[in-house]
């Protein structure tokens, strides 16, 4: 049930977080059988950066995989390019919208399921994708032991409050004074629009450096420094050749450093 979101400025390190922080919990133990509903599964992992980076980070081709994103369905919706059959027998727009997510916009993986915002061909805002983002969110991840929320940089995504219960916040910092200052903001930001989180946690990403800590008065109250993730040469490899992290050797030092940040957020594999 757990929600965990990333945050930072520009290229921190926000989605390759997200993807050591999946290959850490999928191979996890499962929370307590009080907790775990029996037909729960155990990730959700959500793209809600229309730039789209995380499926390319989990070896996933929405396109090759025939899995449409959100926004693809519904500007099928709209644009009347539904099947017939369906237009016919679910004649709201909204039923079709969900129905066809149902059908063809969550992608089955090893051990994880997968959806994205999808970018918009078209002009104005993401008012609408959005909309659908959070609805099929709240319906689908209680089934899950943990969502994962991979998100655009910057701090609208924060605005646009996808979710408002989240279980940790990881902000990615850079050791920049705009890093800082983003780190600030977002923290603020989410006190005054309401999203509730139980732990704000902040990370220090491989161009931090390494084996040292942020000051403590640089960081908002409330906050808890977790660690660094630290630089690997096969991350880098692997993005600009596309390639998954899911499959990073268990000795990878981004692997290793991330693995403990989590566990000192209190999530035990
Ligand atoms: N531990 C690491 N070691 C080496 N390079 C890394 C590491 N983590 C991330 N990078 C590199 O930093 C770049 C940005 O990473 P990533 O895409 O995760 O950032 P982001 O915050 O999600 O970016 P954006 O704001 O564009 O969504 C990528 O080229 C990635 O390979
Ligand atoms: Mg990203």
């Not at 919990?25 to 155990?42: F, I, M, Y």
């Not at 969900?98 to 089955?108: A, I, R, S, T, V």
């Amino acid at each position: 049930m757990g929600i965990l979101v990333s945050t930072g400025r520009g290229g921190v390190g926000k989605t390759s977080f997200i993807a050591l922080a999946l290959k850490y919990l999928r191979d996890g133990k499962r929370p307590s059988d009080a907790e775990h509903p029996q037909d729960a599964k155990r990730i959700l992992a959500v793209d809600a950066d229309p730039d789209q980076s995380l499926a390319m980070m989990l070896g996933v081709d929405l396109e090759k995989e025939g899995v449409r994103t959100v926004s693809e369905i519904i500007f099928d919706v709209r644009d009347a390019a539904v099947d017939e059959s369906v237009g016919k027998a679910i004649p709201a727009r909204p039923d079709q919208i969900e129905f066809l997510f149902h059908q063809g916009g969550l992608y089955e993986g090893p051990g994880f399921d997968f959806f994205a915002l999808g970018a918009k061909w078209t002009a104005g805002c993401y008012c609408l994708p959005n909309h659908w983002l959070k609805a099929l969110m709240e319906k689908i991840s209680p089934h899950y032991d943990f969502t994962l929320i991979d998100s655009p940089a910057g701090l609208e995504h924060l605005n646009r409050r996808i979710t408002t219960q989240v279980e940790s916040i990881f902000a990615i910092l850079d050791g920049t004074k705009k890093s800082f200052a983003n780190i600030s903001r977002s923290k603020r930001l989410i006190g005054a629009i309401g999203i509730h989180t139980e732990n704000f946690y902040i990370v220090a990403n491989h161009i931090f450096p390494q084996g040292t800590e942020p000051a403590a008065e640089m960081l908002p109250e409330g906050t808890k420094f977790l660690g660094s993730v630290f630089r690997d040469e096969e991350v880098a490899r692997r993005t600009i050749e596309g390639e998954s992290l899911l499959d990073l050797p268990e000795d990878s030092p981004a692997y290793v450093s991330a693995t403990k940040v989590l566990k000192k957020a209190g999530y035990q594999k």
